[in-house]
C-alpha cells in the first residue's frame, strides 16, 4: 500500500515530491498520526548517516500531557526510493533553503515540513493536521487500491501495527512503537496485557 501511495506523488527532485515522500514514509515508519505528524520541528529530527533517524514526538490526542517521546526509524539502504532516511534527506535540501530558515540558532525551531504554494515553492507556514489529512486522502484516492476508501489520518499508525502483527513483532513491541499508553498514562510494560482498559487499539487486537 505504501509503495502505490509513493508511485502517486511528483518526483522527489521536486520539492513537493521530496516532501511527501519523506511525510509518509516518516509517518508510517514512526507510526503517528496526522497530529503527530504536523507538530515536528526541524530540532526534533536526528539523523544517524547509514542507519537511520529518531524522531521526537511530542503532545498528541493519545499524549495529552505532552510528555515526548522519540521514536526510532531504520534505514532502507537496499532501496533508496523506499528508505525513510533518504526521503528526509532529500527533503531537507528544499526545506533548508525556505524563506523562513536563517543563519540564526533558532532554526531548530521552525517546522519540518511546510505549506507549499501554487507555484511549487516553500511557505514559512507549518502544515496543520488537516493539511496532513486532506493529502493522506488524496494519495489514497489517487492510488486507488483495494479498500483505499477507508484510508485515514490514523492509516500510518494502524498500517504499522497491522503489518508488524502480520510479520510476528511481539505485541508490546507495537505498542511501544506506537506510542499507545494505557488510560492512567503509565507506559505500557510487556506484561501489560488487558486490552479493553487502552485507547484506540482496535487494530491492535487485529494485528495480535
Do not use: Y
Not at 518526483?11 to 516532501?19: D, H, K, V, Y
Not at 503527530?36 to 529530527?45: F, H, I, M, S, W
Not at 504499522?160 to 502483527?165: D, H, I, R, S, Y
Not at 510479520?167 to 505498542?175: E, F, N
Amino acid at each position: 500500500m505504501l509503495r502505490l501511495l509513493l508511485a502517486t506523488r511528483p518526483s522527489p527532485a521536486t520539492p513537493l515530491g521530496a516532501r511527501d515522500r519523506a511525510l509518509l514514509l516518516l509517518g508510517f515508519g514512526a507510526a503517528l498520526l496526522r497530529s503527530e505528524l504536523a507538530g515536528p520541528v526541524l530540532g526534533d529530527v536526528t539523523l544517524v548517516p547509514g542507519r537511520g533517524l529518531c524522531v521526537l514526538v511530542g503532545r498528541s490526542k493519545i499524549d495529552q500531557r505532552g510528555a515526548s517521546q522519540e521514536v526510532a526509524i531504520w534505514a532502507n539502504p537496499k532501496e533508496p526510493g523506499f528508505c525513510p532516511l533518504a526521503a528526509l534527506e532529500a527533503w531537507l535540501v528544499f526545506r533548508r533553503k525556505g524563506p523562513d530558515i536563517t543563519g540564526g540558532a533558532s532554526n531548530g525551531e521552525r517546522p519540518l515540513f511546510v505549506g507549499m504554494s501554487k507555484a511549487g515553492r516553500l511557505t514559512d507556514k507549518a502544515l496543520s493536521d488537516k493539511a496532513v489529512w486532506r493529502l493522506l486522502k488524496g494519495v489514497a484516492e489517487a492510488a486507488r487500491f483495494e479498500g483505499w476508501e477507508r484510508f485515514s489520518g490514523h492509516s500510518p499508525r494502524a498500517g504499522l501495527a497491522m503489518t508488524a502483527g502480520e510479520a510476528g513483532a511481539d505485541l508490546a513491541q507495537v505498542m511501544r512503537q506506537t506510542r499507545h499508553r494505557c488510560r492512567r498514562g503509565a507506559r505500557l510494560s510487556p506484561h501489560h496485557r488487558p486490552l479493553a482498559q487502552q485507547p484506540h487499539t482496535g487494530h491492535l487486537r487485529r494485528a495480535r
